[in-house]
């Protein structure tokens, strides 16, 4: 008995030491400024729309594409984990959800998207492929932002090598006012030194890759899911926003009970000089509260 309250004292005292530490580690400008602006379509500007770990319809999802279809909104994108399991059924019902909104989804692949192939003895994007999306990387131009979507959803790998020669190349060629990233598994996240990472040595090597070469441009912000929050930190000089509450069930490990929440996100992105800004639709009870 004594061994065991001995434990769960130090468990107990990890996670307040977690909590403390993410708390007092986020960037609050960003969060505050996400909760606090009113939702409304701006002069001389424009939206789109971020959600994360959908995993599978619920009521929620859908309350959430059909209050996006009320909205001025330009496109969506899903940042990983349309699955909660590698599931084709579950996943196509997804897509199809999705589909039914007036304007274009783009997906990023989860870690929940890929299926373990016995024959290669790893896991594979080949369902991915198959039901959500050809591609696990791409980047298009709207006005005047360019918009990269990157695969690091296989934590064995992170990001490839392929695709970062391909990022190097994207990059070079961006003259694009605006730069948004969006990608799954977030990096180097508040708090990590305490209860690790969600990577292997390969991966972080790549990482490391990664952060050397987007330090030498300007990103407007990158955009994670993965972790069933809404946090929002910096990765060195770039402001990252964690988005997983599009349907999973939420997380308070990260940032407590008040970041823990059903939610999608929308960035303004205004044709002067005036940073994007980002909003916060929430779902309480399956409602929007703006």
Sequence with gaps: MKTFLISLLIL??????????????????????AIDH?????????QFAVIGDVEGMRDVSRAMIEDMKTRDIEFLINVGDVGSKPDAAEMQGVVDAF???????????????????????????ELYREIVSETTYQSFDFKDAHLILLDNSYRRYGFTDEELTWLESDFAKNTQKHTFL????????????????D???????????????????????IFNGHLHTNLSYRLDATPVTITGGGGALPQEMLGGADAAFFHYVIVTVYEDETPPVLDIVEFNDEQPTL
Aim: proline share 5%; no cysteine; glycine share 6%.
């Design 182 to 197: 969006f990608f799954h598994r977030p990096l180097n996240v508040p708090g990590e030194q305490l209860f690790g990472d």
């Design 199 to 221: 990577e292997t040595t390969f991966s972080r090597e790549q990482n490391d890759t990664f952060k050397i070469l987007i330090s030498q441009y300007t990103i407007d912000r």
């Design 38 to 46: 009113v939702i409304e379509p701006k002069a001389d500007s424009w």
């Design 12 to 33: 107990i005292s990890i996670v307040v030491g977690v909590g403390w530490f993410v708390n007092t580690n986020i960037n609050t400008e960003f969060v505050e400024n």
């Design 99 to 125: 589909a039914t909104l007036p304007f274009e989804t783009y997906y990023v692949p989860g870690n929940n998207d890929l299926i373990y192939n016995e024959t290669l003895e790893i896991k594979t994007d």
